[in-house]
């Protein structure tokens, strides 16, 4: 408990004690109300001083208000006890959703409690001294021993071990790195002693990154804390100048007693709070968040959440989202005019320059040392493939399109995998046939989303049609469009768009998918442990290789959302029945406590469950 928790239960304690006192103690009238008003203003002082504040600001019709306005017109004719035990009720209901407030927060802060506070700095004289991460600078060395959290991105220097990534990513099982690896701040070191290079600053370093993802995600509300927010503005005011009307028109109307349906009056406004929908719905939103940061999930916001839930198209990209992105040559079929050796080095020459998984496969199948001066001119050709000079040659390579569109004459190649086709000086050499490897989780995620009620899988892919198919075919995908530019994947997702009901959610890499992950209804990064892009792209970031995540992700939604709906319509439903109960004089102020605090205490509590919800149990 905090301090001001602390203060809160001994005030309740102590105010319940007195008003058991003032129940037991004879006394005359006015004596009894002077011993009920010592519990009444230590446990009430607080709300109606911020009550008068509000009213001074010009915001009348706030919880404090109606508190005040019931329980001091139920101490003017006689409801003392009932008086005092209304904003004892009350302010138990606050603690208690404090207590649950800071409990969600605690549970998120330990799932996420990722940055570290020090860090070891090795000095150019071999001394370490232990500072604040914000104080060291982009290429300092870094000692992180055995059991350490790693305080910044860095790449190892020196050293071997097992990094515990759970933090990130969801997964428990460890990761090696040696001398290169890449390594971001929030893993724990397990094993070995390592010494790094920062790469990062503090600020922009992948764990200060995604604590500021689930630090704001609350900025961005869904479409129900949207809807309470208006609610309430428009409710509080009507069950006001209703229950001013309660007291006044009965008795000048039908001349009734006064104080009848003055009490009825008290009742309904007491009943009247909307505390447990304030309250209770951006809890939920909260909780569902921290829930999926455990499982290495970043949700921007509740309407991200909100929307996935409604997921009624999942569109997938292929290499690195599908399958693993890590090529490797399968077959080499040369023209009659070359050699399988000559084929493999001129291709590998010539995506010397490029950083693509294609790329870096033909440079591997060939394994030698590219020497510097054979290759120039090299010019990537967006969506078809490269241009270079090699050996003074001019070299294509890439897809059949781009052999078409410069006039070489080749046959289509049929068989599974990616075609690269290769030429020099417009003479055709030949074709590499290229495999990428599906995930292993990739069929059992389009199983998992039909039988989450997700109508079409849909694949799109630069990829040539035959090797779409194959992987479509191994997964289980309903639909592919392969042989695409990245801007007629932007197309094809515009179409999608107008074919569907509910959302349509887009799973790239988050780099070269950035202008379709931002026209989907939910853009989703996949695999974007460290990737700045992707995480700066994506409405919804996925922190590993899995895209079972998704699954996880849309089960973690809905079960948000079902806890949201259950809140909203109970809450509302016994707010209606016990105000109509108060006007009709059939229900008292217990009542009316229970249709407030006690509604808000168990809203509160079935809010809390969605944090408790992890991974593959969530349904």
């Known amino acids: 408990m905090t301090p001001k928790q602390k203060k809160s239960l001994y005030r309740i304690l102590i105010s319940t004690g007195l008003l058991i006192l003032a129940v037991l103690l004879p006394a005359t009238k006015t004596w009894k109300l002077l011993l009920y008003l010592v519990p009444y203003l230590l446990i009430g002082y607080d709300v109606l001083w911020e009550a008068l504040c509000n009213l001074a600001h010009g915001k009348v019709f706030d919880e404090n208000?109606?508190?005040?306005?019931?329980?001091?017109?139920?101490l003017s004719i006689g409801q003392c006890p009932e008086a005092v035990a209304v904003m004892l009720f009350f302010q138990v209901g606050e603690l208690f959703e404090d207590l649950a407030v800071e409990h969600s927060r605690k549970n998120i802060g330990q799932l996420m409690d990722i940055r570290s506070d020090r860090a070891n700095l090795e000095k150019e004289d071999g001394s370490v001294?232990?500072?604040?991460?914000?104080?060291?600078?982009?290429?300092?060395?870094?000692?992180?021993?055995?059991?350490?959290?790693?305080?910044?991105?860095?790449?190892?220097?020196?050293?071997?071990?097992?990094?515990?990534?759970?933090?990130?990513?969801?997964e428990s099982i460890p990761r090696e790195v040696l001398a290169g690896s890449e390594v971001l701040s929030g893993c724990i070191n397990q094993s070995g002693v390592l010494h790094i290079v920062t790469t990062k600053e503090f600020a922009t370093s992948t764990a200060s990154k995604i604590l500021d993802l689930v630090e704001n995600s609350s900025a961005k509300k869904a479409k129900a804390e949207n809807f309470i927010a208006k609610f309430s503005r428009y409710y509080t005011p009507i069950v006001v100048f209703a229950a001013v009307a309660l007291a006044v028109l009965p008795p000048l109307l039908l001349q009734q007693p006064f104080q009848e349906w003055f009490t009825r009056a008290l009742n309904f406004l007491v009943v009247s709070c909307p505390c447990a929908l304030v309250i209770s719905i951006p809890l939920s939103f909260f909780g569902g968040i921290g829930g999926a940061s455990h499982c290495g999930i970043l949700i921007k916001g509740g309407n991200y959440m909100e929307a996935l839930a409604k997921t009624e198209i999942a569109v997938f990209d292929k290499t690195g989202t599908l399958t693993?992105?890590?090529?490797?040559?399968?077959?080499?079929?040369?023209?009659?005019?070359?050699?399988?050796?000559?084929?493999?080095?001129?291709?590998?020459?010539?995506?010397?320059?490029?950083?693509?998984?294609?790329?870096?496969s033909l440079r591997n199948a060939w394994g030698k040392e590219i020497t510097p001066g054979r290759v120039s001119e090299i010019q990537e050709l967006a969506g078809h493939g490269v241009k270079a000079k090699v050996d003074g040659h001019t070299v294509l390579v890439g897809s059949r399109k781009l052999m078409r569109q410069e006039g070489i004459p080749c046959q289509e190649v049929s068989q599974p995998g990616s075609a690269v086709y290769v030429a020099a000086d417009n003479v055709y050499l030949g074709c590499l046939i290229i495999a990428d490897e599906v995930k292993p989780?990739?069929?059992?995620?389009?199983?998992?989303?039909?039988?989450?009620?997700?109508?079409?899988?849909?694949?799109?892919?630069?990829?040539?049609?035959?090797?779409?198919?194959?992987?479509?075919?191994?997964?289980?995908?309903?639909?592919?469009?392969?042989?695409?530019l990245p801007n007629d994947k932007v197309d094809a997702v515009e179409?999608?768009?107008?074919?569907?009901?509910?959302?349509?959610?887009?799973?790239?890499?988050?780099?070269?998918?950035?202008?379709?992950?931002?026209?989907?209804?939910?853009?989703?990064?996949?695999?974007?442990?460290?990737?700045?892009?992707?995480?700066?792209?994506?409405?919804?970031?996925?922190?590993?290789?899995k895209p079972?995540?998704?699954?996880?992700?849309?089960?973690?939604s809905r079960r948000t959302l079902r806890i949201v709906h259950q809140n909203i319509i109970f809450a509302i439903a016994v707010k209606l029945i016990v105000l109509i109960l108060s006007a009709l004089g059939i229900a008292d102020?217990?009542?009316?406590?229970?249709?407030?605090?006690?509604v808000s205490i168990l809203a509160i509590l079935n809010a809390m469950r969605v944090l408790y919800g992890k991974g593959n149990s969530i349904s």
């Open 65 to 74: 208000f109606l508190m005040g306005v019931a329980t001091i017109s139920a």
């Open 129 to 170: 001294v232990s500072i604040h991460p914000k104080e060291v600078p982009v290429g300092s060395i870094l000692l992180i021993r055995p059991g350490e959290r790693i305080p910044l991105d860095g790449i190892v220097l020196d050293g071997r071990s097992l990094l515990d990534t759970s933090a990130l990513t969801g």
């Open 324 to 360: 693993k992105g890590s090529f490797h040559v399968v077959q080499i079929l040369p023209s009659d005019s070359t050699s399988k050796e000559v084929l493999l080095e001129t291709a590998a020459l010539a995506e010397s320059g490029s950083s693509h998984p294609i790329a870096l």
């Open 441 to 484: 989780d990739a069929a059992e995620t389009m199983a998992a989303l039909k039988s989450s009620g997700v109508k079409r899988t849909v694949m799109l892919t630069g990829d040539n049609p035959s090797a779409a198919k194959t992987v479509a075919d191994q997964i289980g995908i309903d639909e592919v469009q392969a042989g695409l």
């Open 495 to 545: 179409k999608l768009m107008q074919e569907k009901q509910g959302s349509l959610v887009f799973v790239g890499d988050g780099i070269n998918d950035a202008p379709v992950l931002a026209r989907a209804d939910v853009g989703i990064a996949m695999g974007a442990l460290g990737s700045d892009a992707a995480i700066e792209a994506a409405d919804i970031v996925l922190m590993d290789d």
């Open 548 to 556: 079972s995540k998704l699954a996880t992700a849309i089960r973690i």
């Open 589 to 598: 102020m217990w009542a009316a406590v229970f249709a407030d605090v006690g």
